[in-house]
């Protein structure tokens, strides 16, 4: 039997009806509710009551209201309101009809890399936002993503919400969700903007795998691939998928924070270099079949995780040093050394089966060489991980996942090493695991000033630098087009897949002259003198020029262009003919204003020593047509 949610129904602190729950979490339970005073629609999100004694949990639950109320981002859940009301603290927010990704994910699966994007880059803007207003998010995940019934994406739950500044470590316990918790957040309990950017990169892999990366029978085990794993390639697992993906999720989810983007802005500029990197057809590639979000045994509820660490003999806890844990009820206990078939743990087994092989009649090297079942990793030292890949497809051997290292001596991109190694038996049908050089652990930004953006790309590439934001600027000396400036600049040493910033030149700036009035010849001729170009518009206008000359421009006259920019020009239809209004018998004011008001220019004659101030005749008849903006000449009563 389903008891009643006790809140369901009720009028919390006399304003807000409670109609329906909508999810339960670790730290608070969401509903949707009406607002009696404002007679809106929103959700409710009360915290459990069981927390609101605890002092902590309600001031982090008071800062999200205030932290978010401060982020006016159309890819953020606002929140309205804060209150209490005995033992329920509560945040009233907007409600997003739709669902979250969690449950698209369940229901598809993998995503076509297209649509992870499109998620993942305004959950990237609303971070940051976040980000460059302070805050980190600290719990981000499928859950936290709304997906509107109107396709707008909106980052909700900043409950762990914190100062960038003053992310503390908490030795005893940390928060989160244990499958998206940077190696930091675990090793150290602290957390930045790069902890985001590492949680963003998990869920990215998710969207396009259609499972989480690191799995285990509990979160000890999860916890520890985070420590001591590589987030795998996308590729690996759904066959096809671009590199640029591939190289974004392992920008994302490298275990050193100081390798990721700093934060979730420079992320998005990786994303949308990636976006442009790929054709329509990589885009809309259906995967060839979405894995199921496989059961790990861990709860994807944020929860207060505690840290028993191992305590070294100097009193301090090293995360970085937790073994594997137990996998099953056959597992050594802690110390103990995992060996291979044929040593440790394993020795008696292969003495019994040997012994065993020998009564039959087999010889143990005719059986382990002879029966066609192994086979020995081909050469894969100092291939690029695209030939790699591809030997170890034609010995019909799998890929079972890419490790990224620093080195010296191996090309960026290419193999350093592999498990097993290359010339080591393996089974016929058996996965290794690739280690691809990252290129040198610092890298120095290479001087790309005066060369044009393509080649400043590809060579910040080579050296393992990402091409970041291209901004443009007018240059008296360096030709349109081509690069003034990185950031940071040349010769500054970097990380690999920092993101260098490029500034291209505009040329020299142009001051647009005033070309309306002209023909369209003359027009053109006084742009091209200027080093501007013409684009003559199909649609024509009245004006007050001649048919046939400019009427308009764009830009307009003095404002700054690049050279080799298009000025806009409208032509002229001439003015519109017009009736003109019989002003005679008026006085010169009220026929002033009636011809002004009908489009005309008035001029007034007095004929000498005339007093009067009635119109006697006008230039055009009443009744007649005129040119728009033409002038009337209007003339007083005589002696």
């Known amino acids: 039997m389903t008891l009643q949610d006790p809140l369901v129904g009720q009028l919390l602190d006399g304003r807000y009806r409670i109609e329906a729950r909508i999810a339960v979490g670790g730290m608070a339970t969401v509903y949707r509710a009406v607002d009696t005073r404002l007679d809106r629609v929103l959700a409710l999100k009360v915290m459990h009551p069981a927390l609101a004694t605890d002092v902590s949990f309600v001031e982090r639950f008071i800062r999200e209201a205030k932290s978010v109320a401060r982020l006016a981002h159309p890819n953020v859940v606002a929140v309205f309101d804060q209150g209490a009301q005995g033992a329920y603290v509560y945040l009233a927010m907007e409600y997003v009809a739709g669902c979250t990704l969690r449950d698209v994910l369940r229901e598809r699966g993998a995503l076509q890399p297209r649509a992870a994007l499109d998620i993942l880059e305004p959950v990237l803007a609303a971070l940051g936002a976040a980000h460059r207003a302070g805050f980190v998010h600290r719990d981000m995940k499928p859950e936290n993503v709304l997906i509107g019934d109107d396709g707008r994406v909106k980052v909700a739950d900043f409950g762990l919400v914190r100062a960038v500044g003053t992310a503390t470590d908490t030795t005893g316990s940390l928060l989160g969700t244990v499958s998206y918790l940077a190696p930091e957040q675990i090793e150290h309990g602290t957390a930045d903007t790069r902890s985001d950017v590492y949680a963003c990169g998990v869920v990215l892999y998710e969207m396009l795998t259609g499972a989480k990366p690191h799995t285990g029978e509990n979160a000890a085990q999860v916890i520890y691939r985070h420590l001591n794993s590589d987030v795998p390639a996308p590729s690996a697992v759904v066959p096809g998928l671009p590199v640029a993906l591939d190289s974004l999720v392992a920008s994302a989810t490298a275990r ?81 050394v995992r060996r291979g078939p044929f040593g440790g743990p394993h020795r008696k087994l292969v003495m019994v089966l040997t012994a065993v092989l020998l009564t039959l009649g087999i010889g143990t090297g005719v059986w382990y060489i002879n029966s066609g079942q192994f086979t020995q990793v081909p050469s894969l030292l100092g291939q690029t991980q695209q030939a790699a890949e591809k030997r170890l497809s034609d010995k019909g051997l799998g890929l079972k996942g890419v490790e990224r290292v620093f080195s010296d001596t191996v090309e960026r991109g290419s193999v350093v090493n592999s498990d097993p190694a290359s010339g080591d038996r393996i089974r016929g049908n058996g996965s290794v695991k690739l280690v691809v050089s990252r290129g040198p652990e610092i890298v120095r930004v290479p001087d790309v000033a005066e060369g044009s953006l393509a080649d400043a790309r590809r060579a910040l590439k080579k050296v393992g630098l990402v091409p970041g934001m291209v901004t443009r600027e007018f240059s008296e000396d360096v030709a349109r087009g081509e690069v003034i400036r990185t950031d940071p600049r040349a010769g500054a040493d970097r990380n690999p897949d920092t993101a260098v910033a490029l500034v291209v030149s505009k040329g020299a700036p142009v001051d647009v002259p005033d070309v309306t009035g002209l023909s369209i010849e003359a027009a053109t001729a006084e742009l091209e003198a200027q080093g501007l170009k013409a684009d003559v518009l199909l649609a024509r206008i009245n004006s007050p020029e001649a048919q046939g000359d400019v009427a308009e421009q764009s830009p307009g006259e003095g404002v700054e262009a690049a050279e080799g920019d298009t000025v806009e020009l409208t032509v002229s239809k001439g003015p519109r003919m017009l009736v003109v209004p019989d002003v005679t018998g008026r006085d010169v004011d009220e026929a002033r204003s009636t011809l002004e008001e009908a489009g005309f220019t008035v001029k007034v004659d007095r004929p000498f020593l005339s007093f009067s101030d009635t119109i006697a005749s006008q230039s055009v008849d009443g009744s007649e047509r005129a040119p728009e903006g033409s002038t009337i000449t209007i003339r007083t009563k005589g002696l």
Do not use: K
């Open 256 to 336: 050193n924070p100081e390798v990721r983007p700093h934060d979730a802005v420079l992320l998005l500029a990786e994303s949308r270099e990636a976006r442009a990197a790929l054709t329509d057809a990589e885009l809309d590639a259906v995967p060839p079949g979405a894995l199921s979000d496989a059961h790990d045994g861990t709860d994807d509820r944020t929860s207060v995780i505690p840290r028993a660490l191992p305590v070294d003999g100097d009193g301090v806890h090293r995360t970085s040093r937790l073994e594997m844990p137990p996998e099953g009820p056959a597992a050594p206990r802690r110390g103990t």
